[in-house]
């Protein structure tokens, strides 16, 4: 093998890892990486009635899940099957919710709040579009981390 087909290899070698080496990290290391782990509202004191929670819970082997809390007594408990940071900013999350993936694109303010900026279904339809919900026009809510 001359040495530049060598340098070549190398070279070829290196990018094909790379990308290895950036998923090898678990889907909770980057929601933790983000601070997303924990328990988030738009206000942590009010009844899950006006302010439902949402939270990123760790597990031991590396996955993590999106748990909904909602007023009605309902608590929807998803896997995170994926969780990427964005080139343009953002992190975007994937999970399985009630047998439908859904992709939420979250943003976090100077404040360490976050907010969804866009949920969308596989097929391209989008339940969030530019910080608002299609189904009303209300924007997204800030939420905090409820400590």
Not at 42 to 51: E, G, M, N
Not at 86 to 102: A, D, F, H, K, M
Request: net charge positive.
């Amino acid at each position: 093998m001359s040495t530049r087909a060598g340098l070549l290899f190398a070279i070829a070698s290196l990018l094909a890892i790379a990308p290895g080496s950036a998923s090898a990290q678990s889907v909770a290391d980057v929601l933790q990486q983000w601070g997303l782990l924990g328990t988030w509202s738009a206000d942590c004191q009010a009844p899950l009635s006006k302010a439902p929670r949402v939270t990123y819970v760790r597990q031991p082997d590396g996955n993590a899940r999106h748990v909904l809390a909602l007023g009605d007594g309902r608590q929807i408990d998803s896997p995170v099957l994926a969780a990427r940071n964005r080139p343009e900013g953002g992190l975007e999350v994937t999970v399985n919710q009630s047998q439908e993936v859904i992709s939420y694109v979250l943003v976090r303010g100077e404040d360490g709040r976050v907010r969804s900026l866009s949920s969308r279904r596989p097929n391209g339809d989008y339940y969030i579009r530019d910080g608002k919900l299609l189904a009303n026009g209300a924007p997204t809510p800030w939420l905090r981390q409820c400590l």
